[in-house]
């Protein structure tokens, strides 16, 4: 009965508009009023208390940084050196957009950042060079998705500090699978531009990409400096993601010279901004966690679902069918940490690794940031490439069959997941 109003106020609340870090207090706060006697100052209390959480520290840091990539050169960069080295093969602008992409998701953390900052200059570039403006648009909405599966990710800071799961084994795991949905997207537009005809870009020759990658490789050194601090022991995650701040200011500032001191304060600004959003969107799911574990929810569905028997296949199976349906409504923090501690405890009674699971569950809302009515890079791309809604999720829907593809492959190969972090552990 508890968990039916619940589940019932939060739904309610979504279904009016209400915005979803206040529906998961509201909801929160209501039924422990209702069914557990609480007091408000005890709820209180606990709402701060969530923000006391170490590894979330890293996540203003990672905005920080990614905020002062954004502001800077960096993209423009790392799109010069991605066209340099792949656009003479057929359909080349569109296949080093996607390397753009995943480049820069190395430095972003951030799908709609990715896309932001990639889209708004190749967009155009691609129209120009005889690609449709829904091919270029398609293209860009699914690649941006990147953001959340290259370390460091957002993301996973979120699912590593809710199920206390090693933030740098997840970054690292999330390597291999960002290559795979990389390479998938660059082969599937190799063969549609060659079926389409699309021209080719020149070769550049050797001189070129050489010159474009030492032009870009104060960015792609960032990724490099915080997987190969935190697995030389250098620093914890935590710690990486200040370093990475500093060091994206440094590059910014004084390296490039993209930003001067005076645009220093707007950027954290709206560094600010994002990072109040996304913690008070964690402090409310946090709260509603802690009703679930107040309520014993997640041990009576865990209990539910074992009594019924699936093996890991079938839970797996069950856990990509509910977040892709979860994924379409809430953003991706969010759903983490409200559905995160039901089938946390359940996979970990079936054997299955935490940071399998987290990559699991990663890829599953980087296809919610391109389904319909809540994905954020659909609302982005429509802005950037000047097209409506509507059109922006009919050019995204043929690429979306290349991610769920790579979640197939990623759920039942752990293989993939797993490799880089039993090798460097």
């Not at 802005?383 to 039942?412: D, F, K, N, Q």
């Amino acid at each position: 009965m508890n968990a039916l109003f619940l589940v019932t106020i939060l739904f309610a609340c979504l279904l009016i508009g209400v915005p979803i870090a206040v529906a998961l207090g509201f909801a929160s706060i209501l039924t422990l009023l209702v069914f557990e006697d609480q007091s408000l100052l005890s709820l209180a209390l606990k709402f701060f208390h969530t923000m006391q959480v170490y590894p979330l520290l890293a996540l203003p840091f990672f905005v920080l940084a990614g905020t002062f990539m954004t502001s800077g050169g960096v993209a423009r960069r790392m799109i010069e050196f991605a066209n340099a080295a792949v656009g003479h093969f057929h359909g080349g602008l569109a296949i080093a957009s996607v390397l753009a992409c995943m480049l820069f998701a190395a430095v972003s953390g951030s799908s709609p950042a990715t896309v932001v900052a990639i889209g708004s200059i190749v967009i155009a570039g691609m129209v120009s060079s005889g690609y449709t403006r829904d091919f270029a648009a398609g293209v860009i909405c699914n690649a941006g998705t990147l953001g959340i599966l290259i370390p460091p990710s957002i993301v996973m800071v979120v699912y590593g500090a809710a199920t206390e799961t090693s933030i740098g084994s997840l970054f690292i795991a999330g390597v291999i699978p960002g290559l795979v949905l990389t390479g998938a997207m660059m082969i599937a537009i190799y063969f549609v531009a060659r079926y389409k005809k699309i021209p080719c870009q020149p070769w550049v020759g050797w001189w070129k990409i050489l010159r474009t990658g030492r032009r870009a490789v104060w960015g792609l050194l960032l990724i490099v400096l915080i997987l190969g601090g935190i697995y030389g022991g250098v620093f914890t995650p935590t710690e990486a993601a200040a370093v990475a701040a500093m060091y994206a200011f440094i590059v910014a500032v004084y390296v490039h010279g993209d930003i001067t001191l005076k645009d220093v304060p707007e950027v954290l600004v709206s560094s600010s901004k994002t990072t109040a959003m996304l913690l008070f969107i964690i402090a409310n799911a946090f709260l509603f966690a802690f009703v679930l574990t107040t309520m014993q929810i997640p041990q009576q569905a865990s209990e539910t679902i074992i009594a019924l028997g699936l093996p890991p296949w079938a839970f797996l199976l069950a856990v990509n069918v509910l977040l892709l349906i979860a994924g379409n409504f809430m953003e991706p923090t969010s759903v983490i940490l409200i559905l995160a501690p039901i089938l946390f405890p359940i996979a970990m009674d079936m054997g299955i690794d935490p940071v399998h699971l987290g990559i699991i569950m990663v890829v599953n809302l980087e296809i919610g940031m391109v389904t319909p009515p809540v994905g954020l890079n659909l609302f982005v791309t429509a802005g950037v490439a000047g097209m409506s809604l509507e059109r922006v999720i009919m050019a995204a829907l043929p690429w979306l069959l290349i991610l769920l593809t790579v979640l197939i492959i990623v759920t039942y190969v752990p293989l993939i997941s797993l490799f880089l972090p039993s090798l460097m552990l």
